[in-house]
């Protein structure tokens, strides 16, 4: 899925960041995928022990968010920025349902 393989890049230029600056062009990266880079930086920051919450749609792995996707019966397939619209918008009719009851 291209969600995955973007994400496998992102994570490979922030874990590699030394060796890719001077070697690589950004200035015709578009500001998504330059927010993807940014994401996968986070990401990497939060495994080694930053205080970010668990629950940081965000900062979530394409895996992570499809696996909470699958678990509310809702579609996985799309990208980072659909998955994570949708998790919010579910939790949004999740939210006002519980306090129509």
Do not use: W, Y
Request: aromatic letters at 4%; one cysteine or more; glycine letters at 8%.
């Amino acid at each position: 899925n291209l969600a995955l393989f973007q994400e496998n890049i992102m994570d490979f230029v922030a874990e590699n960041g030394d060796n890719v600056i001077g070697n690589v062009s950004f200035d015709d990266v578009p500001g998504n995928l330059m927010s993807d880079l940014l994401t996968a930086f986070s990401q990497g920051k939060k495994a080694t022990g930053s205080s970010a919450p668990d629950d940081d749609l965000k900062l979530m792995r394409v895996g992570e968010l499809r696996k909470r996707l699958h678990d509310k019966g809702l579609c996985v397939d799309g990208s980072r920025e659909t998955m994570i619209a949708l998790l919010r918008e579910n939790s949004a009719s999740d939210e006002t349902a519980a306090e129509e009851t």
